[in-house]
């Protein structure tokens, strides 16, 4: 699993478009997986901080308790449709997948300022990522994994 700071060393150039996505919007859809295995969605915020990828959450919350069964995870990050007609000024969808870990420590937390008390904080280690757009009339997905050099698909 690798830091976010890792994936950017690996793949530069999709790392500053999936940071500028990323920091660019507020509201994420984060997937896990229910206790009998089937997904759930949930809205999330994410923190760029020290290299990483964080997640926090109230206390309760249904996704804390997905992520401490099963670490699994996908979060989703959307834009703006494009304006107009066309459909290259779109600036497309990340998608990150790998594992939440649990982070705790009144200490880590304070220096992290995840002050509220109750909450849950996650740190992503990241597995693949994913950006989609188009070009022209070519829908392109640019995608690294963990280990491997970034590649990039496209589509007619």
């Known amino acids: 699993m690798a830091s976010w700071q890792e994936f950017e060393r690996q793949a530069p150039e999709l790392g500053e478009v999936a940071r500028?996505?990323?920091?660019?919007y507020r509201h994420k859809v984060l997937a896990t997986l229910r206790k009998d295995g089937s997904p759930r969605v949930s809205g999330t915020e994410t923190t760029l901080k020290n290299g990483e990828l964080w997640i926090g959450s109230m206390g309760g919350a249904?996704?804390?308790?997905?992520?401490?069964?099963?670490?699994?995870?996908?979060?989703?990050v959307t834009s703006r449709a494009p304006e107009g007609d066309d459909p290259s000024s779109w600036e497309g969808d990340v998608k990150l997948a790998g594992r939440?870990?649990?982070?705790?420590?009144?200490?880590?937390?304070a220096a992290l300022e995840e002050p509220e008390e109750g909450s849950h904080l996650f740190r992503i280690e990241l597995t693949e990522v994913a950006w989609t757009h188009v070009e022209g009339d070519e829908l392109v997905i640019d995608f690294w994994h963990e280990g491997s050099s970034p590649h990039q698909l496209r589509r007619h």
């Open 100 to 109: 939440a870990v649990e982070v705790t420590g009144a200490d880590l937390l």
């Open 20 to 24: 500028r996505l990323v920091e660019a």
């Open 62 to 76: 249904v996704k804390v308790l997905d992520l401490r069964r099963d670490p699994r995870m996908a979060i989703h």
